[in-house]
């Protein structure tokens, strides 16, 4: 709340993804914070911590999950050989994660109608990689490319029933593990729009990375 009271040059620091669900609509729009509350905060690290947020001084932890950022970085540099998460990023742009999970259309033919699943959702994990012919198949750009949809679709499940439990439906992703990382963004929002059947929004930061160090600073200062 800090941050977005000081303004990002003169712009807003609050943002959201308009049409998340159509990737040729999808497009970054600000949000402004004036009546934020209730909101959920899931701070996305090595792991990650969710907060219901009723008012400045009233919130506390939901829950977490050591699924994180940390778990990206610590899978990838072990499937890929890469050493920085930069470099772990850039791969994930590259690859195609189809290849490496197993879909609900692998395993029904098509779309799982009696359970409103569709065709394209992931059904397992790097369920694909059970088979030797497909090992062979994929690159370290897929591999990597799955490991962040893995990772992001379970953070995105698990807010999703967070906000339901708490009857909240503003969600606010921020942490280190979202910077330079459009495509986890676009991936936690197209999940709560689309499984929520918009009732959902999730919301990002433009400095998503420095608030902790900030808060830590806010506290310092009033503390002296």
């Known amino acids: 709340m800090y941050i977005d009271s000081i303004g990002f040059n003169g712009c807003a620091e609050c943002y959201y993804f308009e049409h998340p669900t159509d990737p040729e609509r999808c497009r970054k729009m600000t949000c402004a914070l004036d009546n934020p509350y209730p909101l959920l905060m899931v701070n996305i690290g090595s792991g990650v911590s969710i907060l219901a947020v009723y008012s400045k001084d009233n919130y506390k932890r939901v829950t977490g999950t050591s699924l994180g950022g940390g778990t990206f970085l610590g899978l990838c540099c072990l499937l890929t050989g890469c050493s920085t998460f930069e470099e772990a990023l850039e791969m994930a742009s590259r690859g195609e994660s189809t290849k490496v999970d197993k879909l609900v259309r692998d395993i029904y033919g098509g779309d799982y109608d009696r359970f409103g699943l569709p065709g394209w959702a992931v059904a397992s994990s790097f369920g694909n990689m059970m088979s030797k012919e497909k090992r062979e198949a994929v690159n370290k750009d897929d591999l990597a490319r799955a490991t962040l949809v893995t990772i992001t679709n379970n953070i995105g499940s698990i807010a999703r029933m967070c906000a339901l439990n708490e009857n909240i439906s503003r969600v606010v992703f921020v942490g ?4 330079i990382n459009t495509l986890s963004m676009k ?18 930061m433009e ?3 420095y608030f902790g160090a900030v808060g830590a600073l806010l506290e310092l200062v009033n503390s002296v």
């Open 187 to 204: 991936l936690l929002a197209y999940a709560l729009d689309y499984w929520s059947k918009g009732q959902l929004k999730g919301l990002f």
């Open 176 to 179: 280190n593990f979202l910077r």
């Open 207 to 209: 400095h998503e990375g």
